[in-house]
């Protein structure tokens, strides 16, 4: 069965610090890989997706993420963080399985410090 | 120009009712989702859908049921609620197997 760890609940940075979320995930077959934030009282956005090819897939909001098979793992980078980066961030595995269900990790809490 | 929208986005019921949320989509996407939130933010899927087969997670109650009435909508109903069925829930749609776009949440709380 597939299944996505995010070790890290919750996560406090400084504004400009750089910041790394983990996700690790098990899926029997070549993964999609997907991180969606989501901020207070909101949907889910896609901030980036890896199906195939270059190992490093850039997103929005100048967020990046590298998939590493060897390791089983999506992190979420970015370089500068900023307040409006608060949010919750979600990683997710899916992939060409019946009714092309994601799974989803627990979650990672960003909070950012002026 | 709303992608996925739901209603309503707010529901508070009894404990016993039925009630239902309504999900549209505008992208011409061929496969849509329900999926639950729950007070420890843990998003789980519930359903995928789309004109060719239901794919229901094995976890979810029957009284829980999606309805299609066309490729554009994909209706929750869920009957004789319960406390733990509070919960927000998510509509999404994609197109198989690609990036699911998700809608805005419909925040049920059950009495």
């Known amino acids: 069965a597939q299944s996505v760890t995010q070790p890290d609940i919750h996560i406090t940075v400084s504004e400009g610090a750089s910041l790394e979320l983990r996700c690790n995930y098990s899926?029997?077959?070549?993964?999609?890989l997907f991180w969606y934030v989501q901020s207070p009282g909101q949907g889910l956005q896609l901030l980036l997706k890896y199906f195939s090819g270059d190992t490093l897939v850039q997103g929005i909001k100048g967020f990046e993420a590298e998939f590493k098979r060897s390791q089983s793992s999506f992190n979420l980078r970015k370089p500068s963080v900023h307040w409006s980066d608060a949010a919750e961030y979600f990683c997710a595995v899916g992939g060409r399985n019946a009714g092309n269900m994601l799974t989803f990790g627990g979650g990672t809490r960003l909070m950012v410090k002026p | 120009d709303t992608a996925v929208s739901q209603t309503p986005k707010y529901l508070v019921t009894q404990m016993g009712n039925d009630k239902s949320i309504k999900c549209e989509q505008n992208?011409?996407?061929?496969?849509m989702y329900w999926y639950k939130q729950d007070s420890k933010k843990f998003l789980k899927i519930m359903f995928s859908?789309?004109?060719?087969?239901?794919?229901i997670n094995e976890t979810v109650p029957n009284r829980f049921s999606p309805k299609s009435p066309d490729k554009a909508h994909l209706n929750l109903h869920i009957n004789s609620l319960e406390l733990g069925d509070s919960a927000v829930y998510f509509c999404?749609?994609?197109?198989?197997?690609?990036?699911?776009?998700f809608g805005p949440g419909t925040r049920l709380t059950v009495l």
């Open positions: 899926y029997g077959a070549t993964p999609y």
């Open positions: 999404a749609s994609s197109w198989e197997p690609d990036t699911q776009y």
């Open positions: 992208l011409g996407h061929d496969t």
């Open positions: 859908y789309n004109n060719k087969e239901l794919i």
